[in-house]
């Protein structure tokens, strides 16, 4: 029973984030980037506070100024604007397959960054997910706008950054450290703001997105960690690629946009080559264990 609700955990995790970013979509289109960053990295922090004074975990200790602490909230920085910027200023189902293929960039780093042994089937998965970005975001066609590249920076951002949380000390509560990174993003928010020429919005409906996307992200939030715990990561975390489908009913739904067969290739392809590594290192682990034995 406890892994079927894990599993729906887990679902229902990459459904609120998905509206995340469909909530991000529609409140850029009234207010800038700036003030929608700012609201949204200022919102998440409170309510990650909220939550840690909740659980009685320490925020303001001397391990926030610990160096790979420093570095991951500059990477969650570095994220938090490719991702932003990148989904306002492209489709849903574009962005929603661009940051699918995150797990194989966090496979590709382990091994260039961490010594981590990647054999040559998941290098190879890599390579064809890597392929599948590109069909997705098609750098010399027609339908090339630049602003792909700032979700591709995005979630290389954010695979750096959970390659950076393996290196952060054991002993760092997980909800202190994602506090710290949300509240980092608060700098680059005041700075987008400035840039923004955009004035500040105080649109009633505008406003109620934002509220929403702090609202569920914090909901996808809480979700994922309770399935981690519930459940096997093994077992629950092939279904994060259900975010994908979710995204591309979202923009259906909500904005009237239709993936494109190349993004819907494209796609296929991340996702595929994705679950191939994931599974290849379960069974891997599987035959480490019965050595180990």
Not at 95 to 108: D, E, K, R, W, Y
Not at 253 to 278: E, H, K, N, Q
């Amino acid at each position: 029973m406890d892994t079927l609700r894990a599993i729906f955990l887990m679902i229902l995790a990459m459904a609120l984030l998905a509206g995340t970013d469909t909530f991000i979509k529609l409140s850029t289109q009234v207010a800038s980037i700036g003030q929608t960053m700012l609201l949204l990295s200022v919102g998440g922090t409170l309510l990650f506070i909220l939550l840690a004074r909740l659980r009685r975990v320490a925020i303001f200790t001397a391990d926030a100024l610990h160096p790979m602490i420093f570095l991951r909230n500059a990477l969650e920085i570095v994220a938090a604007v490719g991702m932003i910027v990148g989904v306002a200023n492209t489709s849903l189902p574009v962005f929603a397959a661009i940051t699918q293929a995150g797990p194989l960039v966090v496979t590709m780093g382990a091994a260039l960054f961490l010594g981590e042994e990647v054999g040559w089937r998941r290098w190879l998965a890599v390579i064809v997910g890597l392929i599948g970005m590109l069909i997705v975001i098609r750098p010399f066609g027609a339908s090339f706008t630049g602003w792909e590249l700032f979700a591709v920076m995005g979630i290389t951002a954010l695979s750096a950054r959970d390659l950076v949380t393996r290196l952060s000390p054991l002993h760092v509560p997980a909800l202190a450290i994602s506090t710290w990174g949300f509240m980092a993003t608060i700098i680059p928010g005041l700075i987008l703001l400035a840039m923004a020429e955009r004035p500040l919005t105080t649109d009633p409906a505008t406003l109620w997105f934002i509220l929403g996307a702090v609202f569920v992200t914090t909901a996808g939030y809480l979700s994922i960690t309770t399935a981690m715990r519930m459940a096997p990561a093994s077992i629950v975390s092939p279904f994060r690629y259900t975010r994908l489908i979710f995204a591309t009913l979202l923009s259906i739904v909500v904005f009237g946009v239709w993936p494109d067969t190349w993004t819907l290739v494209g796609g296929a392809l991340i996702l595929g080559a994705g679950l191939y590594s994931f599974l290849r290192e379960r069974r891997l682990a599987r035959v480490a264990v019965s050595g180990d034995r």
